[in-house]
């Protein structure tokens, strides 16, 4: 990591760690192929289960 990348707080037992900030799906918790979507990260899978419902 840098000075100045953003970071992520995660608390796991007794432990807090720190790690680089990755987008992830709102929905499925995903890393691969998120977009931003009026200011939500969404993976292209979810999107396109999404548009199968309309």
Do not use: W
């Amino acid at each position: 990591m840098n000075e100045g990348d953003p970071v992520e707080i995660l608390v796991q037992g007794d432990h807090i760690i720190l790690e680089r900030y990755r987008p992830k799906c709102v929905f499925c918790g995903s890393m691969e192929q998120v977009a931003e979507f009026k200011e939500r990260s969404i993976c292209t899978q979810c999107l396109h289960e999404m548009n199968q419902l309309a």
